[in-house]
Structure formats: C-alpha cells, structure tokens
C-alpha cells in the first residue's frame, strides 16, 4: 500500500510540482493599493495627532483649526486631557498601520 504523502508521487520526486507555474509563482501584494490605504492612514495619524495637540494644550496658534468644525470642539473640549490622550493614542495607532502598509507595498513585510 502506498503513502498518500506527496513524495511518494512520481512527479514530485521528478521535480514536476503538482500546480501550476501560475501557482508556484511568487505572489506580489498590489502596491497600488497598499499605497493609497499607507496615505490614507498617514493622513488620519496626522488629524489625530492634531487634535490631541490642540486638546492637550489650549490657547496655541493651531486652536484655529476648530473654525472648520466648531461644533465638534464644544463636544470634545469639555472631557478634557482623556481625549487629547485618546486621540494620541489613536494618532500612534494609525500611523503604525501605515508603516506596515508603506512595508507591504515596498515588499519588504517579511
């Protein structure tokens, strides 16, 4: 009786692999959109940490941002220093997961 391993198979101990060459061929992640996803999540650690700056210390010139979305400020500003740091938290998060997008898409996320 033989062994179901694969290397009991006549072509495999031939060196003919039992796929194709499409299927042995090594696969590339699709840069493009390793990309735009690695901006993207850059783009949101940079508005995160801007946030946090402008909720952690009041009174700089960057508490002009808020003018865009006043309403959001009168929301956020009365819980204080705990989501300034949030947000920093939030800011770190998002700018390690572009890092590891910007590694997948220069294929170096071995």
């Known amino acids: 009786m033989q062994s179901r391993c694969y290397a009991n198979y006549p072509s495999r101990?031939?060196?003919?692999?039992l796929?194709?060459?499409?299927a042995r061929r090594e696969r590339r992640p699709k840069t493009r959109?390793?990309?735009a996803i690695g901006i993207f999540l850059f783009f949101g650690a940079m508005m995160a940490i801007l946030a946090a700056t402008t909720l952690l210390?009041?009174?700089?010139?960057?508490?002009?941002v808020?003018?865009?979305?006043p309403s959001a400020y009168k929301q956020l500003a009365p819980l204080g220093r705990w989501v300034g740091i949030a947000f920093l938290l939030l800011g770190s998060a998002l700018g390690t997961a572009g890092?590891?997008?910007s590694?997948?898409?220069s294929g170096d996320g071995d």
Do not use: P
């Open 33 to 35: 959109g390793f990309t």
């Open 99 to 101: 890092l590891g997008c």
């Open 57 to 64: 210390w009041r009174g700089t010139a960057l508490d002009r």
């Open 13 to 17: 101990r031939r060196g003919i692999g």
């Open 103 to 105: 590694d997948a898409a």
């Open 19 to 22: 796929y194709s060459a499409d």
């Open 66 to 69: 808020w003018t865009l979305n």
